[in-house]
């Protein structure tokens, strides 16, 4: 992992043609290097990761992912494509039109398992005035849509796939890559979200359709300023359900965030230490939502409450 | 009912303490083995068995005098066949183990 630069990098952009070589970009405290010979990922990567510091190519990237066709025959008769990483991904090769889901497949899957200075929890995350919100969560718990729709009010966004908390200062470290919409969440976004900062819909993928949203320019333009740990919320996302915030003793926090953690196995004693020190610091509830509204006015009333210490939940 | 403390299998155990780490929330105990890398959630009756073993108490009836003496409860029932399922039980999670016997070595 790379360590934070003290200065801000300018936010840049690369061409497609670049892509095609290898461009090596700064996200959050990784430089990751990214390479495909598929066209149509070049120019779609090089708009959604607009905006990105690019890395000079001589200094070493953290990892890479390189997303190409199978096969040469695969290129001509039903597409292929297959994300090729360091560490061998279990990831099945896809149709070539979800190519960029292939790379933020290879992406997460590189993260999870190259990340060792770090806890790195499924997770959202959130900052504001200094000190940061984590919302762990499974796939489908809504964590990504809380996540980018607060990151659009005065919530700085810090990631949506992964949170990160560093092991040897207990910080969370921002990693604001793509968002990933599902369903019925993207129109959701769209009507919140300039246009031009989203992807295609990429139908027909194992998870649904799904689409990539770019995170704020403040977001990107903020990068390398970690955060202080400030309040865990579990989300659960249901259709009509009534809004509740359900406080959670420490052991439970503790426990849903081991069965969340990406590395945590891998980190032994640190990661055990660090996450301790999580739920130690942090006060933690469950979040049952059925709208983005509702879900904002528990999670302002929860930092009001347990973060700032003004009301009472 | 007294138990009678001898019919308990008196298998020496020990606990790796400098290999465990705790935390206690509530009522619930969190250990992290360094020695294996796993977490285990455990109760407060194992807890404190696991406690005793770290201690230094290395059979079962040196752990129901220990359990008798701090809780202020009678040795009697079924305490001693429940202590020695649970010291079963921390054995099979690999937070104790039986040390070979004198005879053994």
């Known amino acids: 992992m790379s360590i934070f630069s003290e200065s801000r990098h300018a936010l840049s952009s690369f061409t497609p043609h670049q892509m095609k070589g290898g461009v090596t970009l700064s996200v959050g405290p990784k430089h990751v290097r990214l390479q495909s010979n598929v066209a149509s990922l070049c120019e779609q990567a090089s708009q959604l990761y607009q905006g990105y510091p690019v890395i000079p190519a001589d200094e070493i990237a953290d990892f890479q992912v390189n997303v190409a066709a199978t096969s040469f025959a695969r290129r001509l008769f039903r597409p292929k494509v297959v994300a090729w990483t360091d560490v061998p991904a279990p990831i099945k090769p896809l149709p070539a039109r979800m190519a960029m889901l292939a790379l933020e497949m290879g992406i997460n899957w590189q993260v999870a398992m190259t ?67 599902k369903n019925q969440s993207i129109d959701l976004m769209m009507a919140l979200a300039p246009i031009e900062r989203f992807t295609p819909r990429y139908e027909g993928t194992p998870k ?21 740990p400030a309040l865990l919320l579990f989300p659960t996302y249901a ?75 | ?35 294996s890398g796993r977490t285990h959630i455990l109760d407060e009756f194992c807890y404190h068995l696991l406690e005793m073993v770290s201690e230094g108490r290395a059979k079962g009836a040196d752990i129901i005098a220990g359990l008798t003496d701090r809780f202020d409860i009678a040795a009697e029932g079924d305490l001693a066949d429940i202590v ?22």
Request: proline fraction near 7%; include cysteine.
């Open chain 1, 208 to 228: 649904g359709t799904l689409a990539f949203l770019r995170p704020p320019p403040e977001a990107l333009a903020r990068m390398s300023e970690p955060a202080t």
């Open chain 1, 239 to 313: 259709a009509g359900v009534s809004p509740i915030l359900t406080p959670m003793g420490r052991a439970e926090a503790f426990v849903r965030l081991v069965a969340g953690g990406a590395n945590y196995d891998r980190l032994g004693q640190p990661g055990f230490e660090a996450l301790a020190r999580l739920v130690e610091t942090c006060p933690a509830a469950a979040l049952h939502y059925g709208s983005l509204e509702d879900a904002n006015a528990l999670v302002e009333q929860a930092w009001e409450c347990w973060v700032e210490g003004k009301t009472k939940v």
């Open chain 2, 1 to 35: 009912m007294a138990i009678a403390i001898s019919s308990i299998a008196e298998p020496n155990y020990i606990a790796p303490s400098h290999k465990l780490l705790w935390r206690a929330w509530d009522d619930v105990f969190v250990v992290y083995n360094a020695l």
């Open chain 2, 84 to 105: 020695s399922l649970r010291l079963q039980e921390l054995g099979s999670l690999g937070l104790i183990q039986k040390a070979p016997l004198k005879d053994d070595m």
């Open chain 1, 115 to 181: 990340t060792e200075r770090a806890l790195v929890l499924h997770a959202g995350s959130l900052e504001r005035a200094g000190r940061s919100i984590i919302f762990p969560g499974n796939s489908g718990s809504g964590k990504s849509t809380l996540a980018a729709a607060l990151g659009l009010r005065d919530w700085r966004f810090l990631g949506d796939e992964f949170a990160l908390v560093d092991l040897a200062s207990g910080k969370s470290l921002p990693m604001p890559r793509p968002i990933s919409l």
